[in-house]
């Protein structure tokens, strides 16, 4: 076979047979695309179901991390709101000696100027002495 055929029936004998293996290779090749295609559409199936899956996880994430944060200035702020009280009640029981000469609140509740913008007077509170 190493010659090459002058005769044409061996022509069309040898270009038969060149073209029966190009069609096996062909055949292949559709084998092979078919095989992919096929693949393919059984992942473009599960996409929606993986894409919701990945959802719900990054909301899940999401969520979580938020709660966190809601927690964290939720506590921050109590901590904030409850110093802020007990500096207030410092600062009204005198026990605050930044209070830089202010009355004390008890110092406000017993003193006659107080009374007096109350509309309370020693005799009214039955303090006076008879």
Do not use: C
């Amino acid at each position: 076979m190493g010659r090459s055929p002058t005769d044409p029936a061996e022509k069309a004998a040898a270009a038969l047979e060149e073209l029966r293996e190009t069609v096996r290779e062909a055949h292949g090749a559709l084998n092979d695309l078919e095989r992919v295609v096929k693949e393919a559409k059984e992942l473009r199936a599960t996409l929606p179901k993986r894409t919701e899956e990945l959802i719900e996880e990054s909301i899940g994430i999401g969520l979580i991390k938020y709660h966190a944060a809601l927690v964290t200035a939720i506590d921050n702020a109590s901590d904030a709101v409850f110093k802020r009280f007990q500096e207030l009640s410092d600062r009204l029981l005198g026990k605050d000696k930044s209070n830089r000469g202010k009355p004390t609140l008890e110092e406000l509740a017993i003193t006659d100027k107080t009374l007096d913008m109350l509309g309370l007077h020693k005799k009214d509170r039955g303090d006076d002495k008879r």
